[in-house]
């Protein structure tokens, strides 16, 4: 990411990271960014030159607020192919899922609470706020639920079966509607896509993808999967925020899709990550043996605990000095957490970097929380 001297952070925390993401040397575990090594360039720009070629006008023209027929018609083929029976015509294009999930809360009259995960991902939790929403717990009763049940970020688990049913099941008796943020689906290490929630209550579940994780987050773009009878409202939402997605970005993506490269670029990524992550918990394991974590399944981070309560900014600031950043717990919180939980996210990260970032990291919490001297 880059910025300028004009750049307004928008607070401190937003203030750290770019100052991390400006410094050389920093080794920068922060950010949910896909490896830029694994965006297709040549193909792309291939993609590029036949789509202007071959439909300039649907490309450079303004096109419907739901976006092209193909590429809806690409992402609905998707969607069956893991159980949800979702038509072409059900599907609105967005500007990412960041945009899918405004426009699903948007077309929600009863957002005043809005359940989520323990831990939840920040830009979804800034929409949820700026809409004056309570937020509460995923299992307390509310008008709108937020969940990432295929793979979460932070975490990159899965939501077990139960809890999945246990969801669908307090939302229908609240008669609330779920926002199931699917966005890392396509990342899981093994290859399996999952059944999402939308094929188990079509009537109640906002589906939210993208192609951020698994193409590239400059395009911009994501998909929406309304229920049918929030159609309509969802559609005038999209077109009163920005009157339909960048078609040359539209006509690009399906281009791409249509090239047949998008199978192998998955495959491929599957393993650059799962690489990455091995040496990130390889090093956590050696480096930081007092922090708690689970294996991910998916996604681009690993989230660490410790039981220790510990000033987490004092941490990073420390980390910083040594030439480390990572992503503050707190910020996929609702509530300020005591003890100290951070997010490594590997992704991005080049891979002969992780050991030495990973140890960078570990002299800062001695400087930060030397180890207790036993008592004799
Ligand atoms: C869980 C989750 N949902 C949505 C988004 C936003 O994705 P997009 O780039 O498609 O707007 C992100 C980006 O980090 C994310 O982590």
Redesign the pocket.
Known sequence: MSSSAATVALNARDLLARRAAETPGVISFAG?LPDPALFPKRQLTRAFVSALQSNAAAALQYGWPEGSLELRQWIAGELCSRGAKVSAERIIITS????A?QIAVASISDHARIAVEAES?P??LEIFRAAQAQLVPLTDQAGLYYA?PSVS?PRGSRMPDPERRALLARASVSKGFVIE?D??DGTCFSGARHRPLLAEAPERVFHVG?F?KTLC?GL?I?WLVPPPRFAKRALRNKQASDLQANGLAQALVLEYLRSGHFPKLQKRARAHYRRKLERLLEAVRRELPQLRFDEPIGGFSLWLESEQEAEDTELLEAAMQQGASFDLGRQFRLGRARNLCIRLCFSAVPADDIEVGVSRIARALRQVHPPARPSR
Not at 96 to 99: E, I, N, R, Y
């Open positions: 949910g990412g899922a960041q945009q999930i991902y830009g979804a990432m970020n943020d966005a890392y993208t951020s987050p911009r994501g």
